[in-house]
């Protein structure tokens, strides 16, 4: 066995030699070659450059947000486990989305043809591999005021949270190195094609079906949160369900962190330093306020005492209800959107039967519920004409219904396989003893103090 895992790593610091000698060696592409697709950099608009290096900051701080929050939460004996599944990710996802995972995600469209018109299902990997044609000028067609790198960069934090996002699902009992393997094949095929997909200019949801999605609440919470559920049901219940968060401070926070880089996330996918972005800072912060107050008595209405953690747990749930519709609707609306998400996933976190099946910080009820809330609260209420249910737009709203369907399918059963695969390699879950130890001392041989 010992033998066995050892080789695993020498594999994985293998991968790592490679592309590390490969970014030494590789003759970097520059714009000019592609001249057409970029603009010069006299489009360069400076406020935009100065919001987006912000905004990239912003949401680069989230995961470690995401670190507290989760770590928060779990038992003693697991809490530096379950942080640093969430900081492995800056490391690890930073890496594959310049070697290729932008590419994926943004590259010339691979798909299908409708009606005489090409739609991508996923990014062409050759075309930005190592950040070719990733420099100072803008694209022609995405981010045309700043600098290309930067919407690269800015990008790169979210394809980094969504598999952390799934982690708090999976706690107290995933193998960590099985966990690398897993977010690497995630990041890969199904982040990559769903951002592809949405936000690509040529995307299959977002350019034919029109899907909105702001901020990703479809591309980031809602993968994340079909993703969890899949893991749950493939990794099994903990052997001891029964614990007590072992820091709540750690969450309050983490949801401070997290309330605070949101602010990047949604206003930052603006793009500019505009008024869109303005709008979207604002009902950012109302959604989050309005589901945190709502969760709270809500709790209390139940025969629940008023909790930090419930507090908590409502303020982020705010936040990913508003992310999709940002800056699509206005800020009386978000506070609907927070009192709704609220109210339901509050309901869906309570829910007996999906507390049996042991997702251990409720990533689903949250996330992939908010999502689902979000994608659907903002095909009614976004505004201008034609841009949903309550604008004269039927059409778009039933496009949304059938993307979301489509979007949880492919989340679902696509990170469901991908379980198995990295299970057929890599055994998924800890022994019985490691986990009775807990997962600090058995996988990383250290302790909270």
């Not at 926070?253 to 997290?258: A, D, R």
Request: hydrophobic residues 55%; aromatic residues 14%.
């Amino acid at each position: 066995m010992e033998k066995k895992l050892e080789k695993r790593w020498i594999f994985a610091f293998i991968i790592t030699t490679a592309a590390a000698i490969t970014g030494l060696f590789w003759d970097h592409a520059t714009v000019t070659e592609k001249s057409s697709q970029f603009n010069g950099t006299d489009a360069i608009v400076p406020a935009d450059v100065a919001w987006l290096l912000t905004a990239s900051c912003l949401v680069l701080l989230m995961t470690p947000g995401l670190a507290f929050f989760y770590g928060g939460m779990v038992g003693k004996k697991n809490v530096i486990s379950t942080m640093l599944k969430s900081f492995i990710c800056l490391g690890v996802i930073s890496l594959l989305w310049v070697v290729i995972g932008f590419s994926l995600s943004f590259g010339s469209p691979l798909g299908i043809e409708i009606g005489g018109t090409h739609y991508g299902l996923i990014g062409n990997p050759s075309d930005f591999a190592f950040f070719d044609y990733v420099d100072e000028h803008p694209h022609a067609k995405m981010a045309t005021t700043i600098p290309f790198i930067l919407f690269a960069l800015f990008q790169m934090k979210f394809a980094i949270i969504t598999p952390a996002i799934i982690t708090g699902a999976l706690a107290e009992r995933i193998r960590f190195i099985s966990f690398l393997l897993f977010i690497c094949l995630f990041s890969l095929l199904i982040y990559a094609p769903l951002c592809h997909m949405v936000w690509h200019p040529n995307g299959l949801l977002g350019s034919y079906f029109h899907v909105k999605d702001f901020a990703g609440g479809t591309v980031v919470h809602m993968s994340a949160g079909f993703a969890a559920i899949a893991g749950v049901l493939c990794l099994g219940k903990r052997k001891n369900l029964e614990y007590i968060p072992t820091n709540i401070p750690f969450v309050l926070l983490g949801t401070g962190m997290l309330w605070f880089g949101w602010f990047g996330f949604n206003a930052g996918s603006a793009l500019a330093a505009n008024h869109t972005a303005a709008m979207a800072f604002a009902t950012t912060t109302i959604a989050s306020a309005s589901a945190m107050l709502t969760w709270s008595f809500f709790d209390r209405l139940n025969g629940r005492k008023v909790s930090a953690l419930g507090a908590c747990i409502g303020a982020v749930v705010g936040l990913v209800a508003i992310t999709p519709a940002a800056g699509f609707v206005s800020v009386p609306k978000s506070i609907f959107f927070g009192f709704a998400a609220a109210i339901v996933s509050n309901t869906m976190v309570n829910w007996k039967s999906l507390k049996r099946i042991d997702d251990t910080l409720d990533v689903f009820a949250c996330h992939g519920v908010g999502g689902i809330m979000g994608m659907i609260l903002t095909a009614i209420f976004a505004e201008g004409e034609d841009a949903s249910l309550l604008h004269g737009g039927w059409h778009i709203f039933g496009h949304h219904m059938m993307a979301m369907i489509l979007v949880a399918a492919f989340s679902f059963f696509g990170a469901m396989l991908l379980y198995k695969v990295t299970n057929f390699f890599i055994p998924l879950r800890v022994s019985e003893e490691a986990e009775e130890l807990g997962l600090d001392l058995s996988q990383h041989n250290e302790m909270l103090g």
